[in-house]
């Protein structure tokens, strides 16, 4: 019995390194890149800081951090109250008429292929435009709207299940006590829902900051997102400052996952002392 | 001129689909009572808590308390309070804040309020903890708090959902007593729910035996274990030997009963008439019964003689617990005081002793359902 033990944990420690290094190392490999000197992919030419300056020196790259920082700043916010509201209604009213196909429905776009999301949204927006003339024309608001709808649904489901494992007697103390219902919710449920609130704005604005496929949809012409030009950069030839921007993006992305995860971890142990 | 109940249920009922958990109850709590709710779980015990607090809707029937009428009345309107079973404390605020939730609700003025929390949770000598957090309390501390904010607002009615419940035993037999002083120093009628039968009988003064969503029996604890109005009672409380016979004569306050294992005739008080020929049930506690090994001198108020021999011996202590085999085949179970100290390890009756138990007449419950 004695062998076992360090022996499967060898095992387990191999596929542990082989799965890490199979989802990390191409990412390490372009962030090493875009140190690289050399204009040449292949040759490494020295340690610079080079193409990040080329980055910040390029207009067209500013335009396109703006715009979608701006689109997941409003995405973020305003998908984290809708998701919010539909979270509580999942989860509180237990007993109404469609609640299971509601329920199915709302993580729908979680599983939806992007491509379909993006061509019915695109179809939507084209009736509207036919119907009562809105919007215009695609660009910013009809990513935001885009990135909301799927957005919405990451945040529902996880005010859902926070509520789902919360006490609904804390509630009933704040009645008890003589908070009316919309004091409850202003004094108890909204504070305890914070962290879940606030992690899901984070997931939702880096969800926004990734979005390529659907952003391409319903974008138009003048309207690049950062994923859209990292995409049309790279169909003209690899070039090293598109190193430099990715991994600028990593970065983002990976701090954003980071404090919604913290956030969430923290909270569960506030909770179960 | 006779009080008005405090407390007036009539006609309350409360289905969920198909599942009926109070079934058209009555209920009248007097003002400063302390009242047990005892039943076990899916009695309909909480779900009367919670409609006396306003959380459940009744689907028929009334809820008066103190005159008024509470049909209408929501939750936080109400002159009642109730401290969860898992206490409900808000884990994102202070002991000092969850105290005051209720005050700060009603608009009472700051230095007020400051000041009727000091004196709170000094009372339930929380004061060192004010700033605490819930999760950095136990569980004791926690229940301490609890009952804080729920007595803040003076209410008229308290209601405990399992007040004790999440306590160890040792705490929890403390915290009983100390509850029962609180109780008896602010005056406020209690409502306590709980499945535990000892608890129930340390506490209230008046029990309510519920089953399938209606009372088995109201009383005060002593007349809920000595005189059980049906065997599911006498069950519930307590534990107890039930024999079943046949009545075989019914004198003025005697009943002779035929018992069908082994026909033997037993002889138990009873202020009922019982019809000669119908079946009915003894019950007799255990520690009413009295162990001896030689044959008791038979007075006639001492009829129940039995003959038997020890089969299971359980000893705890303080007491020990024997079921014995009686000649005519049923067995009952007897619990005999330890008055005497045996270092060598012997107890006073082992295994396979013979043994006589008797019990007087009086002793005795008959019992129909």
């Known amino acids: 019995m004695s062998g076992a033990g360090p022996q499967r944990s060898t095992f387990l420690l191999s596929c542990l390194c082989f799965g890490f290094a199979f989802l990390y190392i191409p990412i390490l490999l372009m962030i090493v890149y875009s140190f690289n000197h050399s204009k040449l992919l292949p040759v490494w030419g020295g340690f610079s800081f080079r193409w990040y300056v080329t980055l910040f020196n390029s207009p067209d790259v500013w335009a396109a951090t703006v715009l979608s920082l701006k689109i997941a700043l409003i995405n973020a916010t305003v998908a984290t109250f809708f998701g919010t509201l539909a979270g509580l209604a999942l989860a509180r009213f237990t007993r109404f008429p469609g609640r299971t196909l509601f329920t199915g429905m709302i993580s729908a776009p979680l599983v939806m292929p992007e491509v379909i999301t993006g061509l019915s949204l695109l179809l939507l927006f084209i009736t509207l435009q036919q119907l009562i003339g809105w919007p215009g024309n695609r660009g910013m608001s009809t990513i935001t709207i885009a990135h909301i709808t799927f957005s919405m649904a990451y945040i529902a489901i996880i005010i859902q299940s926070r509520l789902a494992n919360s006490d609904l007697s804390l509630e009933e103390a704040a009645l008890d006590l003589g908070a009316k219902p919309f004091r409850v919710m202003a004094d108890i449920t909204l504070p305890l829902l914070a962290p879940g609130m606030m992690a899901g704005w984070l997931l939702a604005f880096t969800l926004s900051l990734d979005d390529l496929v659907i952003a391409s949809f319903v974008a138009g012409p003048g309207s690049t997102t950062l994923p859209m030009l990292i995409y049309s950069r790279i169909r003209l030839g690899l070039k090293p400052d598109i190193n430099a921007l990715a991994t600028l993006l990593v970065l983002a992305v990976a701090i954003g996952v980071l404090i919604a995860g913290w956030i969430l971890i923290r909270n569960q142990r506030l909770r179960k002392p | ?369």
């Open chain 2, 1 to 369: 001129m006779t009080e008005q109940p405090f407390i007036k249920v009539r006609g309350l009922t409360r289905t969920f689909g198909n599942f009926t958990a109070v079934d058209n109850i009555d209920l009248d709590i007097n003002r400063g009572e302390l009242f047990v709710l005892l039943g076990g779980s899916g009695c309909g015990k909480t779900t009367l808590l919670r409609m006396l607090a306003g959380f459940e809707t009744p689907d028929a029937g009334s809820i008066e308390i103190d005159g008024a009428d509470m049909a209408q009345t929501p939750p936080y309107s109400r002159p009642v309070n109730m401290m969860f079973q898992s206490y409900a404390l808000f884990p994102h605020m202070s002991v000092e804040k969850n105290v005051a939730y209720g005050l700060k609700r009603d608009g009472v003025d700051r230095a007020q309020i400051k000041l009727r929390v000091g004196e709170m949770l000094q009372m339930v000598e929380m004061q060192d903890f004010a700033k605490r957090k819930p999760h950095q309390l136990s569980g004791g501390q926690r229940q301490r708090v609890a009952l804080a904010r729920s007595l803040i607002k003076k209410p008229k009615v308290l209601l405990l959902d399992e007040p004790l419940g999440a306590l160890d035993k040792r705490l929890r037999e403390q915290t009983q007593f100390e509850l029962m002083e609180l109780q008896d120093k602010l005056g406020t009628t209690f409502v306590v729910v709980t499945h535990d039968q000892e608890e129930a009988m340390t506490l209230a003064t008046r029990i309510a035996v519920m089953e399938g969503g209606r009372f088995m029996q109201i009383g005060t604890p002593a007349e809920v274990y000595e005189t059980p109005a049906t065997k599911f009672v006498a069950n519930f409380v307590g534990s107890v030997n039930m024999i079943d016979g046949v009545v075989t004569s019914c004198q003025p306050g005697l009943v002779d009963v035929k018992t069908k294992q082994g026909a033997v005739t037993l002889q138990a008080q009873s202020r009922d008439e019982h019809a000669v020929g119908s079946e009915v049930s003894i019950a007799v506690r255990p520690e009413k019964i009295i162990i001896q090994k030689t044959r008791p001198e038979t007075e006639p108020e001492t009829p129940n003689v039995l003959h038997g021999t020890v089969k299971e011996l359980a000893y705890l202590g303080r007491l020990s617990t024997l079921r014995v085999e009686t000649d005519a085949g049923f067995i009952v179970e007897v619990t005999s005081p330890n008055t005497t100290r045996h270092s060598d390890g012997k107890h006073p009756f082992e295994w396979d002793d013979e043994v006589y138990i008797s019990f007087p007449a009086a002793s005795a419950v008959v019992l129909i359902a």
